[in-house]
């Protein structure tokens, strides 16, 4: 019988979905991302907004899972509990890098750049579109804290039920909103056969964008 690193060692996947050449990539990586978002919009991937968040702790690397909610011209936007890990990572190294992969489509994105708070404004509308449970949620969670036991969150969150009865909008808690990464380099990786993988890197050079390609 296998030993199971030698299980591991085993699995493979031969990437035959797809390719990236240069005649059809572009010049502009906002416009090959919301191309290949609204792609996996269209796949079978269960929540194509998901990312990897990297931040830097301790100078280590500090990674976990999140939700894209918003794309504009300035960066990629998401929202947190500014107290979180993540947030007092971020404050104090600004920096971070955001990885997509959309296993269906064989493809991954990765993006490196600044971090900045979105605007208080931005941030309040994010949040009263939000789902009413999860309002009630950011103000229960001191999130990345140590709680003793699942009861304290189910115990809080009976009490601000019973505290936002009547009130509507349910205010933002000043310790959450949004961030904005803000992109010097994307790359893109289109899984081929053989593992000789496109990918293009875009990197942000003032006010233009160069494109090179990668070797696999």
């Known amino acids: 019988m296998k030993n199971k690193d030698e299980q591991l060692s085993g699995m493979r996947v031969n990437y035959t979905k797809g390719q990236l050449l240069e005649s059809e990539a572009g010049m502009e990586p906002f416009a090959l991302f919301h191309q290949w978002m ?11 907004n998901a990312f990897t968040l990297s931040t830097i702790k301790n100078q280590k690397p500090s990674a976990r899972i999140l939700l894209l909610k918003g794309l504009d011209d300035a960066g990629f936007v998401f929202f947190s509990n500014y107290l979180s890990h993540k947030g007092e990572e971020m404050a104090q190294n600004p920096v971070a890098a955001i990885t997509f992969f959309w296993d269906h ?5 990765r993006i490196e750049g600044q971090i900045e708070k979105v605007s208080e404004e931005e941030s309040i509308q994010y949040f009263n579109s939000r789902p009413r449970g999860s309002q009630i949620g950011a103000w229960v969670s001191n999130q990345s804290s140590v709680i003793h036991s699942r009861a304290v969150l189910e115990e809080k969150n009976a009490l601000l039920e019973e505290k936002f009865r009547e009130v509507n909008p349910i205010p933002k808690p000043p310790y959450w909103g949004g961030y904005r990464l803000l992109p010097e380099s994307i790359e893109f990786w289109q899984g081929r056969p053989s593992r000789l993988h496109d990918r293009l890197i875009y990197t942000k050079k003032e006010n233009y964008w160069i494109r090179e390609r990668l070797s696999p």
């Open 38 to 48: 609204q792609e996996a919009k269209e796949s079978e991937v269960k929540e194509p």
């Open 105 to 109: 489509m064989e493809r991954q994105v």
